[in-house]
């Protein structure tokens, strides 16, 4: 993203937050909570200049899988 840019995160239709690209055009968001296991959608939106529209966007689908419980292997 370029330097300074803001960004939408979303899971599904889910807005999970917002980040903001540092001078090398890098960020990083954490989420609050987990996606419950299963397919999802995760969608990145580049805010436009005053947040009211979306200058890019990428979507890219992935699968959280259920781990096991870890009590029940020892």
């Known amino acids: 993203a370029p330097p300074g840019a803001r960004l939408r995160l979303y899971v599904g239709r889910e807005h999970v937050g917002d980040a903001e690209a540092n001078a090398a055009g890098r960020w990083q968001f954490t989420p609050e909570g987990q996606p419950q ?3 999802h959608l995760l969608r990145v939106d580049q805010l436009g ?3 009211a529209t979306v200058a890019a966007r990428i979507e890219v689908p992935f699968r959280r899988e259920r781990l096991a419980d870890t009590a029940s292997l020892e």
Do not use: L, R, S, V
């Open 37 to 39: 296991p299963g397919q």
């Open 49 to 51: 200049t005053g947040g």
